[in-house]
């Protein structure tokens, strides 16, 4: 089978998503034939990502690449959010970015770079393609402001602290979360003179008297776009009204989604939700939280669990995204050290069996004995990114026996190129990350291996556990046959 043959046989092969919109699962119909154009919610660039935060960037980047893989022509957009965002998602308090600042001492400008750099690192580090577009939110603030002009008349309404969206002028406010009492919108802040508990500000101006660092003129008076707006306005700028899939986080489907989607019907006179296309996109996805007992995966606890931690701590980014995988992104993924240390043991293992096709041509990825398993790969991407049951069958390619190493080689690689660990890019050496504070240098560890090999030539074996044991206490796991040598190990 060609190339051209396989991909037209992927492409054939239906891919079945969950849209939260509907609860149902659905088959992908594109917007324009054989183009798949996405938006997912980007950081807000007040503080590093938190590993929670990057969970949904995995996800993204898989349904990408599985887009990719069934050949559509993809676009995707990541927002920035650099504006806007009240320190509670609920639509209160005070601008992250404004806050982050004062406490800083430093301009805003500087806050969201640093931070956006910091998430562009995390990205990479994560074998996370780069989308088609960045788009930072303060690049978008006039296209933002004719944006609430085109709407302000009909759907919105002015107090003293800003423009408000009326959510009783549109049909089926608050489906995507299936909010359909006041209760249910509970956590919105309460403001004097607001006409709906759900009512939501799209413009806040400056108060009296204060000067924010970032503000803008507007027909309501100085100050800012609220958050809800920045996506309305870069996703139908880049990707058009309707596109296809929009993602984020399951918190964004209580609010910052039924808001986003209330002003595109606004915008585009676009009736209730019954046709999923009215919201904006066809298809709404949400992955699942990262559970941590600790209480570290939020950012106000101050040591947070972030994907420096990790890596100070000895473990590869990809074993993070592996253990990702192996959770359905609908599902809860509980995090704990020992679930990463044995996330990082199953890469090795793959990158080990990986490395023995080393330096061979791939051929054609179908061959008989692994077309059972190509299969059950198709078949679980297709139904709604099924990574687990995925990396079962990547496992079981990796370790068929007589199989003619081209089309095994051709066969991994189309793989992971939906699944991204990056095996042919990384090798198990890679993986040997050495823990933040480990004083002993790789050099030292030589000397002790080969003292220790003396040691066991001459037959004395208590001084050969010594220096074993010696390199243990330093956090060096000595692994005797092995090639490798040595790696690294958490005490």
């Known amino acids: 089978m060609t190339f051209r043959q396989a991909q037209d046989e992927r492409s054939a092969q239906p ?12 088959p992908f119909q594109p917007v324009h034939e054989g183009e798949a154009r996405v938006y997912s919610c980007g950081p807000t660039v007040y503080n590093y990502p938190h590993i929670g935060n990057m969970r949904a960037y995995v996800f993204a980047d898989v349904l990408g690449r599985t887009l990719s893989h069934k050949g559509y022509k993809l676009t995707h957009v990541i927002n920035i959010t650099d504006v806007g965002h009240l320190t509670d998602d609920a639509d209160a308090g005070e601008d992250k970015m404004e806050k982050m600042a004062r406490q800083q001492h430093q301009s805003i400008w500087d806050i969201a770079q640093h931070y956006t750099q910091a998430y562009w690192a995390d990205i990479r580090a994560l074998n996370i393609r780069e989308p088609a577009k ?36 549109v049909a089926d406010y608050g489906r995507l979360a299936r909010a359909v009492t006041e209760e249910g919108e509970g956590r919105i802040e309460a403001v004097e003179g607001k006409r709906n508990a759900a009512d939501f500000a799209i413009w806040r101006k400056t108060p009296p008297g204060e000067k924010r660092q970032m503000e803008w003129d507007s027909p309501w008076g100085k100050g800012a776009p609220g958050w809800h707006l920045e996506c309305s306005v870069m996703s139908g700028d880049l990707l058009g009204f309707p596109f296809d899939i929009h993602t984020g986080g399951i918190d964004h489907r209580e609010i910052h989604h039924p808001n986003e989607i209330a002003q595109n019907q606004a915008f585009c006179c676009t009736n209730g939700l019954d046709v999923p296309a009215n919201s904006g996109a066809r298809v709404w996805m949400h992955n ?3 559970v941590e007992r600790s209480g570290k995966m939020s950012k106000s606890s101050g040591e947070f ?15 993070y995204r ?42 054609e990825a179908r061959h008989p004995k692994l077309a059972s398993m190509l299969d059950a ?5 297709g139904e709604d990114l099924n990574t687990p049951v995925a990396l079962t069958a990547l496992e079981d390619v990796l370790a068929a026996k007589k199989v003619d190493p081209s089309a095994k080689r051709a066969a991994v690689e189309a793989m992971d190129a939906v699944l991204g660990l ?59 046959g092995d090639p490798l040598g040595w790696e690294w190990k958490l005490g």
């Open 422 to 480: 990056d095996l042919f890019g990384t090798t198990r050496a890679d993986l040997r990350l050495k823990p933040k504070g480990t004083e002993i240098t790789e050099a030292e560890i030589g000397d002790v291996l080969a003292r220790r090999k003396q040691a066991r030539a001459d037959k004395d074996f208590a001084a050969s556990d010594a220096l074993r044991d010696e390199l243990a206490a330093k956090g060096v796991e000595v692994m005797d």
């Open 305 to 319: 669990l972030r994907l420096q931690l990790l890596i100070d701590k000895g473990y590869h980014p990809l074993a």
């Open 288 to 290: 699942n939280f990262l």
């Open 322 to 363: 592996m253990m990702c995988l192996q959770a359905h992104y609908r599902s809860e993924l509980e995090f704990s050290w020992e679930g990463l240390g044995a996330a990082l043991t199953r890469l090795k293992r793959m990158i080990m069996a990986a490395e023995r096709l080393a330096g061979v041509t791939p051929g």
């Open 377 to 381: 790969f198709e078949k679980a991407i």
């Open 134 to 169: 960045w788009s930072i939110a303060t690049k978008y603030v006039p296209q933002m402001i004719d944006f609430a002009k085109s709407i302000a008349d009909k759907h919105c309404y002015e107090l003293d602290s800003g423009l408000y969206f009326d959510v009783s002028t």
């Open 15 to 26: 891919l079945t998503l969950f849209n939260s919109l509907t609860r149902q699962l659905e």
